[in-house]
Each structure stands twice: as structure tokens, then as C-alpha cells.
């Protein structure tokens, strides 16, 4: 992280807990302020204020606690404050009374950070072109942590990465400094667990997972995350929270994999996958649903399983079933690049020169989110194969593309005129009647079976 000049002038201020206060929430309602030295003018700040940062401040507030919410970025600190992050429902409500609240101060000023009782890195931890972990993100908000740590203050990680950042990361750059974890401060490790999109799952309703490097550093994580989590497990060390993440996000990967190549197997023998996956899923023990799709997007599967994969290199252990997972994920996108060409061909039409519209191109539906998308890689995919290619995104404006230019939205759909309309990505509100009987469709989704000329992934 580096100093940013602050948006709008922060509201310092050292207020009463507002846990005593009869305003609040019945939640919040008698809870003991988790900050004992009454020196700290916040009980938590919060590093980082995208998916996982943003709901997790918002949600600390809600429980009574005063929030320091930073971030390095002046115009995400400009969002924030206009109301206009993409959160849901809930949590935009929760920020509207947040903004109006002196317990909740919206900051880029790092040197803040040494008067917050406990500190919550949540930064992003993506992976470069050639999928190996990129930590640069998570290097410098921790080392900014580290740079403004103080005696008595709890630093907990919760961005994902791998087995043992903690230690290098947070622990050994403090003792550089001459803090000794559980003694002079504490430190803990906490995945987070956050689903973008999913207002199905309240956030205060997950399990948080914690472990820390000492007793007293677990006791002291777990008492912060019990003031908005409803509950906390706790495991014995670092590494084994560390761990966790990675166990659950491989999890997915390895079963959407599966379930892609199901989805295959049952092309080949005409058969309707999610019939098929609808039926499995009536078994009400020892199956899981996992849906088929044109790739992997978002923050999470298509990025933690590498961080593992990247350490067990280093270690010389083998993972075969991860690995190959991994690599049928990279190459679904692709996939789609070659059934559009196949579509296009039953049709009588090659791809040079074909109009393409791809609908949707957020990496799930109903979030305004492209992090790892695969519609990115697809649409460069028919571009390069000469297709004249668009798309339809009411939550994307714009898309920078690999060569560095920008993709406008098509506003009108209709009047594209696509020879193939690509369904990538339908968000809840999408009426799809525009599409005509005149235009070939491939639907990679596998749910639209409704619509005439249609052919699946």
C-alpha cells in the first residue's frame, strides 16, 4: 500500500462504545467493548475495502463497534462514500447509517492504523498471466500494517494465500521490529468467507474460522471475529486456518472441473446435464451440486488452488488431481472459443467475419464484478478468430481487453443483428426475448432450453 491523499477529511473521533448504546441493534446490545486500552480510538480498522473488506467493516459497525475502514485507493474511498459499491441490499443500508455514524471513519491515511485496537488485512491475492500467485498486493498492506504496529493491538490476515504467509509475512517482520508475537501483540490468521452476490447467506451468519501463533493470540482473535460472527471455530495454529481456505476453494475447483467434464459426457450422449445434475441432487446425502459453465471466475477458484500448488512445487510434492483440475479450468474458455466455431459452422457460416454477442460478461450473475472472468478470454478468442464480437452487461459499461483497448457495451441487443448469441453469464433481470429465431445460441449456462436454435456447450 502507498500513502493516498484522503478523499473526504476523516471523522476522528473517540466516542463512548456505542455497544452501550440503546440505539443499536439488539444484537450488539450488551456486549462488552472489545478494546481494554481505552487508549485505542477504534476497536478494529479494516485494510482493504473490496468484497470481502467493505462487508466485513460494515458488519462490525452493525455490531457496535467503532470502525476505522481503510483504503489505499481514492476513488474506491470516493465509492464508498457516494454509496455507489456494489454490496447488497443489506449491507447498502448498513452503509448509509455507517456514513452518517462518527463510530465509522472512512480513511486512506495508513498512520490511523496505530490507534485501532485490532487490525483485519483484507486485501486481494491474485495470480499473474501465467497463473503464479501474485503477492504484491498482500506484501505491501502487510508490511504498511507492520510499519504502523503498536504494543497491545491484534493483527489478523484473512486474505487467502498460502501455508505460512502469516509467520513471513506479519510475525517475523514484527520481531524485526521488536515485537514478539503474544507477547508485546498478537497475531491470527481468519480466511475469509464471503459470497459476492449471495444475499441467500447473511455475512454475520458464516462460521469464522480462526488459529493464531499463541493461546492468548487465539483467545484474543476469537473474542474480536464473536463481535459480529455468530460463530467461531477455532483450530490450533496458523497453518491450519492458512490451510483451510485452500482445502474448501480446491474443493469447488476440483468438483466444477467434474462437473464440466460431465457436462461433456453428456453432450456426447445427448443427454441434458442439468436434468441429470437435478436428479443426482434429490440424493439427500453424499452428493453435492456443482453446476457446469464456460469457466471460472471471480477472486477465489480460479486463483487459491495455484497458491497451493505454487508451495507444493517448492516442496516437491505432487498433487495430480488438483493440477489437472486446474488446467481443464484454464482451458474452458477456450473450449467455448471452439464450440462458437462449431455452432457457427452447423449454421453455414465460418467465424471470419461472423457477428458474435456474448450476454453477460460478469464472472457470476447479479454482481457487477470481472476479476478472472472468462467472458474476457472468450471474447478475445473470437476476436482474434475473426468474429465481430460485442456484448450485453447491464452491471459492465466497459471491458479493457488483453490488448489494452476498451469493449463498449451493446445498449440495443437487438439491433446487433448476431449471427450467434453467446449466453455467458444471465443475470436475474435478463429478458432474453430479443434474441430471434434467426440467430444460433449457444448457451454455456445450460439452463435457457426454452429458446429456439440453441445448442449447449
Known sequence: MTTTEVTRAPRVTTPLHPAFSSALPSAA?????LSIDTEFDY???????????LPTALAFHHSGNRVLALDNSPQRIATIAERSADVLDDDQQRLIRALDDPGFVLTSDQSLLARAAAVIVCVPTPVDEHLVPDL?????ACATVVDHATTGQLIVLTSTTYV??????????????????????????????????????????????????????ERRAEALLRRYASSVHVVHSLAAA???????NTFRAVNIALANEFADICRALDLPIIEVIDAASTKPYGFMRFMPGPGVGGHCIPCDPHYLLWQLKTKHVEAPMI????????ARPSRVVDRARDVLSDAG???????VLVVGVAYKPNVADLRESPAIEILAGLRDRGATVSYVDDLIPAIRMPGGDWLNAHNDPGSFDAELVIIHTKHDWVDLSWIGDNAAVLDTTYRESTITRRAVL
Request: aromatic share 4%; hydrophobic share 40%; glycine share 12%.
Open 29 to 33: 446490545i450488551g456486549t462488552p467493548p
Open 43 to 53: 476497536d478494529v480498522a479494516i485494510v482493504g475495502l473490496g468484497y470481502v473488506g
Open 136 to 140: 504484491a498486493i498482500l506484501r505491501s
Open 164 to 217: 505460512g504467509c502469516t509467520q513471513d509475512l506479519i510475525i517475523a517482520p514484527l520481531l524485526a521490529r521488536g515485537f514478539e508475537a503474544g507477547r508485546d501483540l498478537y497475531v491470527a490468521f481468519s480466511p475469509e468467507r464471503i459470497d459476492p452476490g449471495n444475499a441467500s447467506v447473511n455475512h454475520d451468519d458464516v462460521p469464522r474460522v480462526v488459529g493464531a501463533s499463541t493461546p492468548e493470540c
Open 242 to 248: 492458512e490451510m483451510t481456505k485452500l482445502l474448501e
Open 323 to 330: 493440477r489437472q483440475a486446474m488446467t481443464e479450468i484454464a
Open 349 to 355: 457460416r465460418g467465424m471470419v467475419g461472423a457477428r
